[in-house]
């Protein structure tokens, strides 16, 4: 009893996972305090920024933040209009981002606000739950939620789920999503109403109504895209030689809403009947915060997921650019706090999600910023705009708002070189791609950007399954009188890099270790987990049998009373008559498993080993060594945690254990012990 009772004591206190959580509890109190006041800071970077701020930065700080807020104006109007919600919430939705990044922001150069993307996401939750509650309150549910999931993912460190979303799938769904919001703005381009959904539905209805188009409004509206155009083309033939020539391209959008919002006015303020649909922006100042309704966030807490996925990658994915531009690092687990906290204050006063844009981000880094302060003067001119500016807004052509979301979204479009780079690259990528794009147009951009996702996520699983070992040994006597081989069909030359040639072969390159004839060198090329793990055991002993002769073993007598199961026995034979194999005569000696590729294995991937070493020595001998070369720290570890006996070369020998090496060739050429082959009986060829 007391021999148990010391077992059980003994297993406690080698648990290395008992242990570990008695350290945590020792050193966690300790630690509190200035883990606390360090999570702090990190939480509020302009503590640690602001004392280093020079006067000198603020003229710059000044004209990147205005030119941002007055790019947001046109930007906020139009991906409001997208959203579906009234077009002035777009302006309720600017203020806020800008304002809290400059507290919690870790780029300089970051603009966040609406965006397209984030507005064709928000309108199709509008669609869906309009006939129960207003457009207003849906928008401001979703962003609500947003940046609850945000705060969520930034507090737990969740951050790495997003990248199971690859670069292929958010080629393929920004590319569908700016087709899909270029189509849908076509009908308010040219006058029609009526335009039904679907871009192709769309395409149709309005190359049907041709004769129906609005001469005026086509004129503003095509108007409008010609100035876009010119002014993008003198930015980029003249925008080098002087900051005023880029900074009036860069500032386009705001011009010709300036110019076509005063001839609209001069044109229709006299009408009863205006020539063109108006925006007719109606704003009273900054709206009183109201808290969106309990049983509304209940129904888009699922549907949110997809605006949360877009505005996160595209948010990551600009400051981290421009942060490797401008020779600064971007904290990704903070920019998920800034954009929860940002969409949950937002929400309050009739917003739509928001995240970080690449073209008001890009105009930001070109003005030279110097600090995220930028964002105060931008929050405080959208201010100003709300409250004295926004009556000129009233005469804003809708055909006008319609050019510059159509011009600002066909940028987005991935080029068709890129798609083509996929298809050269990787099948799997192109086909993700793909997925994204169709399922995006014709079903949905949250089922598109899902099941892409999905597909990913599946082809990973896949891979992760079907990844097996090589496995090397002599091909000394490949081809024998007869013209069989022995093993060169089998076994693979040891190279100290494998290079895999367009037939699936790998060359020995100089310099690789000779294995003796006895001896077999198994190379896993992956973690050894759950998916593959059995895999990689029937693929190494079925290579190691189809060349080695099996050994009458006394060990297992029971073998003997299984002369029934010859399933096994004739797919070897079988195999060996189709590749011309032919058995070798000497008898399996060592059998080497190289981990230096082996990040990480679990329960299920040791079991396995201990299945392959037991089947090894069961049918090619029981004194067949085991011995392993590259086994890292963790996963030597996981060996100890589940009992594994292991001995380094050069310590002290326990003949139960098996032997860890140093180096491939030391393991290879190592002394070996063949008395216990002595007097066996082999499988005649």
């Known amino acids: 009893m007391e021999r148990h009772v010391e077992a059980i004591r003994k297993e406690f206190q080698t648990d290395v996972t008992l242990n570990r959580v008695v350290e945590f509890s020792h050193t966690a109190p300790k630690k509190f305090p200035s883990a606390a006041r360090q999570y702090l800071l990190d939480k509020l970077p302009i503590i640690q920024w602001l004392p280093r701020y020079s006067p000198t930065w603020l003229l710059q700080d000044f004209m990147a933040g205005l030119t941002i807020g007055v790019l947001l104006i046109p930007q906020g109007l139009a991906y409001a209009k997208i959203a579906t919600i009234p077009i002035e919430n777009g302006l309720y939705s600017c203020w806020v981002p800008a304002a809290v990044m400059v507290f919690m922001g870790t780029s300089k150069d970051l603009s966040s606000g609406p965006t397209s993307i984030l507005g064709l996401l928000t309108a199709e939750i509008v669609r869906d739950l309009k006939n129960e509650y207003t457009p207003t309150d849906i928008s401001s549910a979703v962003a609500m939620m947003v940046g609850i999931w ?20 958010l080629t393929g769904f920004i590319s569908a999503t700016a087709f899909v919001i270029g189509m849908g703005q ?29 001469g005026p409004t086509c004129g503003i509206g095509f108007g409008t895209v010609l100035v876009l155009l010119i002014l993008e083309k003198i930015g980029k033939k003249w925008g080098h030689k002087h900051f005023a020539i880029r900074y009036m391209s860069s500032s386009r959008a705001i011009i010709v809403m300036v110019i076509f919002t005063l001839i609209s006015y001069l044109v229709n303020k006299d009408r009863e009947d205006y020539l063109w649909g108006l925006s007719e922006v109606n704003t009273h100042g900054i709206q009183h915060p109201k808290a969106p309704d309990a049983v509304l966030l209940s129904k888009v807490i699922g549907r949110s997921i997809a605006p949360l996925v877009a505005c996160t990658l595209e948010h990551q994915a600009v400051g981290k650019a421009f942060g490797r531009r401008n020779h600064y690092a971007v904290d990704q687990t903070q920019e998920f706090n800034y954009l929860g906290v940002t969409n949950i204050i937002n929400s309050f006063f009739g917003t739509m999600p928001v995240g970080g844009a690449i073209s008001r981000t890009a105009v930001n880094s070109e003005c030279n910023v110097k600090s995220p302060l930028n964002g105060a003067i931008t929050a405080g001119f959208i201010i ?12 804003l052509p809708k055909s006008t708002l319609a050019a510059i979301i159509i011009m600002a979204v066909i940028h987005l479009f991935g080029p068709l070189s890129l798609i083509w780079r996929y298809w050269r690259i990787s099948l799997a990528d192109f086909i993700a791609c793909m997925v994204s794009f169709w399922v995006t147009i014709f079903v ?23 990844v097996t070992p090589s496995i090397h040994a002599s091909n000394a006597n490949a081809n024998n009188n007869n013209g069989t081989s022995d093993s060169s069909s089998v076994f693979q030359p040891l190279a100290r890099i494998p290079t895999v040639s367009t037939l699936q072969q790998i060359s020995e390159n100089e310099g690789g270790p000779a294995i003796p004839e006895d001896t077999v060198v198994v190379r896993f090329g992956d973690s050894l987990f759950f998916p593959n793990a059995n895999r990689n055991k029937v693929e190494t002993l079925e290579a190691i049998q189809l060349v080695y002769p099996s050994i009458q073993n006394p060990h297992y007598s029971a073998d003997a009373e299984r002369s029934w199961s010859v399933a096994a026995e004739r797919r070897l ?38 299945e392959l070493k037991d089947d090894v020595r069961r049918q090619l001998g029981f004194g067949v060594q085991i011995r392993m070369v590259g086994l890292t720290r963790g996963v030597r570890h996981r060996f100890a945690r589940a009992g594994w006996k292991l001995v380094d070369a050069d310590g002290l020998q326990d003949g139960g254990a098996d032997v860890v090496y140093p180096t491939l060739e030391r393991a290879i050429w190592d002394e070996r012990d063949r008395d216990s082959l002595k007097g066996v009986t082999t499988e005649k060829a």
Request: charge should be neutral; hydrophobic fraction near 55%.
């Open 573 to 610: 034979a079988r195999l060996r008559a189709e590749r011309g194999i032919v058995l070798r005569q000497m008898p399996l000696a060592v059998v080497i498993w190289d981990f230096g590729m082996v990040p990480f294995i679990d329960a299920t991937g040791i079991t396995a080993l201990a």
């Open 150 to 169: 945000s705060l969520v993912i930034g507090l737990l460190g969740l951050g790495f789920l997003l990248d199971y979303v690859s670069i292929p799938v």
């Open 444 to 466: 949905s951009a949250e089922i598109g950007i899902g099941a892409a996702a999905g597909w990913s996520v599946a082809w990973t699983l896949l891979r992760s399954a079907f």
């Open 384 to 395: 100003l705009t709300l409250y004295v500016f926004s009556p000129a807004l009233y005469w």
């Open 186 to 214: 076509v009908g308010s381009l040219v006058g029609l109403s009526n335009v039904p959904d679907g871009a192709f539905n769309q395409l149709g209805n309005i190359l049907k109504r041709l004769p129906h188009w609005d």
